[in-house]
């Protein structure tokens, strides 16, 4: 009889058990030859046999069925053919032996499958495929323990993510700590791209330009530099497609307020992402058709006149081009009436800004007050479950599952409880900061490069649109209730006159609801005026 050998492996523990192909192989050989069976083909490869999609089993069973002769197909064990019971493989060769077109025979089990089996070897045969399916899932269980442990104690199951690299300590373990080759690049991308000013493209030439490369020493790749941007692990979270999102307990490379911020510039919320020209514009990319929504885009005239207009890519709009310089003026009219705000100003600015942030101060203890209970009220829980589980009240599965669930509660309020205080303790670092700034926004915007002018504007704007050759646009907070402030505190009028009109859009501060171009361009009243005509 001609026969067929197959021999498969599908872990590293059935080669170290000398089961590896090649010794498979011998043993089939052997076996062929004591039988006197003719070898026609043999078929050696890694698959497992658990899985439904076995594409090198089924080159198999095309053989099969070119080859109208009946043959052996020999394997090492039952356990070589499936362990799967419910594979439809099985069924397909086992009715193929019954009905005489072949013979299976499993050499080291003693088991051949073939018409003239009697129902103990039938039985035998059934109890073999059971114990292969039984091992797999034995082993399936284990190892699901084993890494919903690890995930528990927040460790990493995978390859060192760029950024990282695993470190031998003392004691022989390995362990993930931040590269010190790549942590700092790493950081930096997150913070170039939180800007708002960065496209992916931009982002990808300005890191390899930086040094940044991938864990096999090549420049890195884009498609990488997404896939960093969109990962949580790099502020301390994992996450899982079966499990979702769980902490991990490694040294996040940023914060979750600066991830939240890339997430926000890549889903296009606060900054209009604009490709890199060869030669910068200050307004590319910011201003868009208050008429039709299409962007402003510059071009330059008699080869140093820069001018804007409308792309008119929807046919709406008769294209009316305006200089940059034009443009710009209702933004130089913001900064004078910045610079116009005394030191003195300033101070009162302070006080008022605080006074007015009282409420939200209390808010901010009140709930700080309120997660410190919570998280301790939780840690209190945790220790009676652990006596739970000391007097064997609870099982350990259980035990086990309500921790995980208390844990990740803790993590949660913990990072609440950051995010409360860090506001309200960068909120009194800061309100004489921004102010300062913003008397100064002038001077900065003119000893800027057209990049860092265009970051200024992307910074303090929101939504700046223009219509033929008017720009408009809102002031982004805190620099609206800066100026809107600034103006109730001043009691002359030095710097209103340089109010811009900007079609009534900006925002004020809620106390004050009065536009800024009806106070700066107000009439004085009749009774001024005429008094005025009469001295002069």
């Not at 658990?50 to 080859?67: C, W």
């Not at 790549?182 to 991308?189: F, G, S």
Request: aromatic share 10%; charged share 30%.
């Amino acid at each position: 009889m001609k026969a067929v050998i197959l021999a498969r492996v599908s872990t590293e523990e059935q080669k170290d058990a000398g089961n590896s192909l090649p010794a498979q192989i011998d043993r089939l050989k052997n076996y062929c030859k004591r039988q006197s069976f003719e070898i026609i083909e043999t078929f050696s490869f890694d698959e497992s046999a658990y899985k439904t999609k076995r594409d090198e089993f089924d080159k198999v069973l095309d053989f099969l069925k070119t080859h109208k002769e009946k043959v052996a197909i020999c394997f090492d064990k039952v356990d070589r053919l499936s362990r799967n019971v419910f594979d439809k493989r099985v069924s397909l060769l086992y009715d193929k032996a019954v009905a005489d077109e072949i013979e299976l025979h499993f050499v080291s089990d003693g088991q051949v499958v073939g018409p003239s089996m009697s129902a103990v070897e039938k039985f035998h045969f059934g109890i073999s495929l059971g114990l292969a399916k039984y091992y797999s899932d034995a082993i399936s269980d284990n190892v699901n323990r084993v890494f919903e442990q690890k995930r528990r104690q927040g460790q990493w199951l995978s390859r060192a993510l760029i950024g990282y690299v695993y470190i031998t300590l003392n004691d022989g373990k390995r362990d993930l700590a931040p590269d010190p080759e790549r942590a700092h690049l790493l950081r930096k991308l997150f913070e170039l791209y939180g800007t708002g000013n960065y496209s992916l493209n931009t982002l990808w030439q300005e890191m390899k330009t930086l040094g940044l490369r991938s864990i096999k020493g090549k420049p890195i790749a884009r498609s990488s530099v997404d896939r960093i941007l969109r990962d949580p692990f790099y502020y301390g979270m994992v996450r899982s497609k079966k499990h979702g999102l769980y902490p991990h307990r490694y040294e996040p490379l940023i914060t979750k307020e600066l991830f939240d911020k890339c997430q926000d510039v890549m889903r296009g919320r606060g900054y209009k992402p604009s490709k890199q020209a060869s030669r910068p514009y200050v307004l590319k990319g910011l201003v868009t058709c208050k008429n039709c929504g299409c962007l402003y885009t510059p071009e330059i005239k008699k080869g140093k006149f820069i001018y804007y207009s409308c792309t008119n890519a929807k046919h709406n709009c008769k294209r009316v081009y305006v200089s940059e310089k034009d443009l710009l003026q209702p933004v130089y009219g913001v900064f004078k009436a910045f610079g116009g705000i005394s030191k003195g100003v300033q101070e009162r600015l302070v006080s008022e800004l605080r006074s007015l942030s009282e409420g939200e101060t209390v808010f901010h203890q009140k709930e700080i007050e309120r997660v410190r209970a919570e998280y301790d009220r939780i840690q209190k829980r945790i220790d009676a479950l652990l006596d739970m589980r000391l007097d064997q009240s609870i099982t350990h599965d259980d035990y086990d599952k309500k921790l995980q669930e208390l844990k990740d509660r803790q993590h949660q309020l913990g990072i609440e409880l950051e995010e409360y205080t860090k506001a309200d303790h960068q909120y009194h670092i800061h309100v004489s900061t921004v102010l300062d700034l913003s008397r100064r926004m002038g001077q900065i915007f003119d000893s800027s490069e057209p990049e860092e002018k265009r970051s200024i504007l992307n910074f303090i704007l929101q939504n700046p649109t223009a219509i033929g050759k008017k720009l408009s646009f809102t002031l982004k907070k805190p620099f609206d209730s800066v100026l809107s402030l600034a103006y109730a505190q001043t009691e002359n009028r030095a710097f209103s006159p340089a109010c811009p009109v900007w079609g009534g859009q900006w925002d004020l501060h809620p106390q004050s609801r009065i536009k800024v171009r009806d106070r700066c361009h107000t009439r004085p009243p009749r009774d001024e005026r005429l008094h005025k005509r009469s001295l002069g």
